[in-house]
């Protein structure tokens, strides 16, 4: 095999916890993500020696030694010695900043293929630890689904998810620091915690109604300290027609949870009109298999 091809899936948190912080700086969460059907492609091609990485479609993107991609594949060389070059070419089209996990789901993509690319025989598990040194999105996008994540993100639980909305994103223009709202949110002395057992329950059994009654960010009001679109997007999306919204992650990204696939469409193409650097469409969730079956 001398070329691969992979979608690395965006996610979104329905429920999103801080339950404490470590001395290493890093916070214990609870959380329920769940992969989405918005994605980027990356191609993987074997080459002589190196590590060349091409963004195709965004001038704006780094692709050197900082990018998670190019970090994936030392992390891979460092822990297996192998030595060959690796040619990547990405398409993004998961924003950037946005608490869709768009840099770890590349990363993660990057630790499948190139296991599979070189032969390394490296199982899930040892991939999943692997990515947890580079980012606590990472095992999660390696294994995709709907999962109940702790610890600092890392410690998942698969999870059945039921539900079928149609699901509206929209990202602000302005991204959103991870490590600012987490100092933000320590600086807060009171926070209402989400039910994520109830959440939990309500994708078990399909119920829209309970799962928008449960969802619940910790760090979506320190967000919105930060940028008041965040509130302004979620209130509106609410009036046309969505059962619930809130931020994903840190955000800025805010999503809407649709019954009705035409009043979501419709809530997509205003988010459009909202200007130039706003990214708005229409998704759904992915489950495991599906994601398996499309990579």
């Keep these: 095999m001398e070329r691969i091809e992979i979608r690395a899936y965006a996610k979104i ?3 999103l916890d801080v339950t404490g912080r470590r001395e290493n700086g890093y916070h ?3 959380m329920v993500m769940a992969s989405i059907d918005l994605y980027d492609n990356l191609t993987f091609e074997k080459q002589e020696k190196g ?8 001038t704006d993107l780094s692709c050197g030694e900082d990018n998670l991609i190019v970090k994936a594949v030392k992390s891979l060389r460092e822990y297996t010695g192998f030595q060959g070059g690796v040619r990547i070419l990405l398409e993004k089209n998961i924003p950037m900043a946005a608490g869709m996990a768009g840099g770890s789901t590349d990363c993660a993509a990057t630790l499948l293929a190139v296991n599979e690319l070189y032969h390394l025989g490296l199982d899930i598990p040892t991939l999943c630890e692997l990515g947890t040194r580079l980012g606590a999105d990472v095992p999660f996008c390696i294994l995709g689904g709907t999962a109940r994540a702790r610890g600092i993100g890392e410690v998942l639980e698969q999870k059945e998810n039921r539900l079928s909305p149609s699901i509206v994103l929209i990202k602000p223009t302005q991204g959103a620091s991870t490590k600012e709202v987490y100092t933000a949110l320590d600086a807060k002395q009171a926070v209402c915690h989400p039910d994520v057992e109830g959440m939990l329950e309500a994708l078990q059994t399909g119920n829209l109604e309970q799962c928008c009654t449960k969802l619940g960010n ?3 009001p320190v967000t919105e300290g930060f940028l008041p679109e965040v509130g302004e997007i979620r209130r509106e999306l609410m009036k046309r027609g969505a059962k619930g919204a809130m931020m994903s992650g840190s955000g800025p990204t805010v999503f809407g949870l649709f019954e009705d696939s035409e009043k979501a469409m419709l809530a997509a193409e205003w988010g459009k009109s909202l200007g130039e650097g706003y990214f708005s469409c229409v998704t759904g969730f992915v489950s495991r298999k599906e994601r398996e079956h499309r990579i």
């Design 13 to 15: 948190n329905l429920s």
């Design 28 to 30: 214990d969460v609870d």
């Design 218 to 220: 910790v760090l979506e």
């Design 51 to 58: 590590i060349t990485l091409e963004c195709v479609n965004r």
